[in-house]
């Protein structure tokens, strides 16, 4: 993101804004686009992420002053949604001597810093998985009451490296800390199980029913990112993450959610598959997030008829 936010803030204003949600009379479907890989200047990245019938971007918060202006200018004047990205951590991987209570200090900062750009809430990914169980709980029953004293909606992700690295783990702290909300990134989960989380023994209705937000990419039992979703030969990943989502969906629905939020994210940083010697990558990124934007907005409106079928 460092590359887009020291750009000029100029927006381009031939860009009309779209009606960019699936709608329905129930529940509607938000589309985000992903900062995270892209290269691109702003004006092509926002006019590529309108035409995909997104609301907004999905992105860390800057940690200069002058970056933070400029998104807030970029934000504003295009009337994107933003979905702030925190880490506790300091970074994906955190630093292995921190303490809880030093992630503690960071995030006073950055939620301080993330309440001026309003978001519509934090994706925060917490802790260090090295952490004990009951260091764990202790640190994000902190952190979730932090986020509610600087007045931040505040979702946490399954993410490795993290707190909620292991499925079964994120059970055991849901049983102690019932009023976390959560960010589903399933592909973790998956390559930290080796396998798709689809045995009779695996029961996610405690989880599913926290679910705040989706990130829709598509991992598999050996990686986290797919090098294709519409390949064949991942088409049983596809299909068990969608129905995963779906099942947010529902449990959503019956929860009362007016709307959902999705973001696509196939990345960069090793996730996007290259060639061996001529490293060269085998997708475009931005073509692989836009087809799941395509995807799961056909996917929603499918859900949608579903609903409406069963309400007779």
Not at 40 to 56: D, K, M, R, V, Y
Not at 94 to 113: G, I, Y
Not at 121 to 146: C, I, M, S, T, Y
Not at 202 to 213: K, L, M, P, Q, Y
Request: negative net charge; proline residues 5%; glycine residues 4%.
């Amino acid at each position: 993101m460092t590359k887009h936010l020291s750009q000029s803030s100029q927006i381009s204003q031939t860009h009309p804004r779209q009606n960019t949600i699936s709608q329905h009379s129930a529940m509607q479907l938000k589309t985000f686009r992903t900062l995270w890989g892209v290269n691109t200047s702003w004006e092509q990245t926002l006019c590529e992420l309108i035409s995909a019938g997104c609301c907004g971007i999905e992105a860390r918060v800057p940690l200069t002053s002058m970056e933070q202006q400029t998104l807030a200018a970029r934000l504003k004047a295009a009337g994107l949604d933003y979905i702030a990205i925190i880490f506790s951590g300091g970074d994906v991987i955190p630093a292995q001597h921190e303490s809880p209570e030093q992630h503690l200090e960071r995030l006073k900062q950055r939620f301080d810093t993330a309440k001026t750009l309003q978001p519509l809430f934090v994706n925060l990914l917490a802790g260090n998985d090295r952490w004990p169980l009951a260091q764990q709980v202790d640190f994000l029953g902190k952190a979730h009451e932090l986020a509610q004293h600087f007045e931040l909606n505040c979702s946490f992700e399954t993410h490795r490296a993290t707190s909620l690295y292991s499925p079964w783990l994120t059970l055991e702290i849901i049983q102690q800390l019932p009023q976390l909300q959560f960010t589903a990134d399933i592909s973790h989960w998956i390559v930290v199980s080796e396998r798709l989380l689809n045995d009779p023994c695996d029961d996610f209705t405690a989880f599913i029913d926290r679910v705040h937000h989706v990130q829709a990419r598509v991992g598999y039992d050996q990686g986290p990112q797919v090098p294709h979703p519409a390949a064949p030969e991942y088409q049983d990943a596809l299909k068990f993450q969608q129905d995963f989502w779906q099942k947010i969906w529902q449990s959503q629905y019956r929860r009362g959610y007016r709307q959902t939020t999705l973001t696509p994210e196939f990345g960069a940083d090793g996730y996007l598959h290259h060639l061996p010697f001529t490293n060269v990558p085998v997708a475009d990124l931005w073509s692989l997030n836009a087809w799941m934007v395509q995807q799961e907005q056909q996917h929603f409106n499918e859900f949608l008829s579903l609903i409406e079928k069963e309400a007779g």
